[in-house]
């Protein structure tokens, strides 16, 4: 029985002393291949219409309508609150680790200074009268330029609970002729983030 034992024990010093031979100053190799898939960052952009009751959420296409309820003239004229309404631009199921947020606005209707023109032409439209985007902080006629150039960078605190703006009806042409009647235009929001 003892010559069992001696027989299994020897072919096992035989595989350790090979190894121990290299001695402890042998470089040594390890390969190591790593797999990983890599995701796009996403990030989604709605508009709180919890805090926003003007605005409307179309769900078949993620496009919003913003209503201004009739106003008259004179509270164009004066810059009234009656002429402009608030909402907030906000992230939806973004990806975790963005930092940065940037928003270009543009509309097809085209621009006259950093006012979007009234999309409308026929005999019931409002002449003369343009809408602008500003953040809500901001005072006075601030509006964002709508040129697809012009870059809102999003601070932290909006990173995380939206931007709130202001869109605001205003004259266009102080020395132009202004007319009531109908106004409607589209603005598009473009993000960038990373």
């Given amino acids: 029985m003892k010559r069992n034992k001696s027989v299994l024990t020897a072919p096992l010093l035989g595989l350790i002393l090979p190894l121990a031979s290299h001695g402890a100053a042998a470089p040594t190799e390890i390969n190591v291949d790593f797999t990983a898939t890599v995701i796009e960052t996403t990030c989604n952009f709605i508009i709180d219409t919890a805090v926003s009751p003007a605005v409307k959420e179309n769900t078949r296409n993620s496009q919003y309508t913003l209503t201004i309820p009739n106003v008259s003239l004179d509270k164009i004229i004066s810059e009234d609150p009656a002429a402009q309404s608030n909402?907030?631009?906000?992230?939806?199921?973004?990806?975790?680790?963005?930092?940065?947020?940037?928003?270009?606005?543009?509309?097809?209707?085209?621009?006259?200074?950093?006012?979007?023109?009234?999309?409308?032409?026929?005999?019931?439209?409002?002449?003369?009268?343009?809408?602008?985007?500003?953040?809500?902080?901001?005072?006075?006629?601030?509006?964002?330029?709508?040129?697809?150039?012009?870059?809102?960078?999003?601070?932290?605190?909006?990173?995380?609970?939206?931007?709130?703006?202001?869109?605001?009806?205003?004259?266009?042409?102080?020395?132009?002729?202004?007319?009531?009647?109908?106004?409607?235009?589209?603005?598009?929001?473009?993000?960038?983030?990373?």
């Avoid at 330029?145 to 931007?163: F, Q, V, Y």
């Avoid at 002729?177 to 929001?189: L, N, R, V």
């Fill in 87 to 194: 909402f907030t631009l906000k992230t939806d199921n973004c990806s975790p680790g963005i930092s940065a947020i940037s928003t270009k606005i543009t509309s097809s209707a085209g621009r006259t200074g950093n006012l979007i023109n009234n999309s409308l032409s026929n005999s019931t439209a409002a002449t003369n009268i343009g809408m602008g985007f500003k953040r809500q902080s901001d005072s006075g006629n601030n509006f964002i330029t709508p040129d697809n150039a012009t870059t809102i960078t999003w601070s932290s605190d909006e990173r995380s609970a939206g931007l709130p703006l202001t869109v605001a009806l205003r004259i266009v042409n102080s020395s132009g002729t202004t007319s009531t009647g109908e106004f409607e235009s589209t603005a598009t929001f473009n993000f960038t983030y990373n």
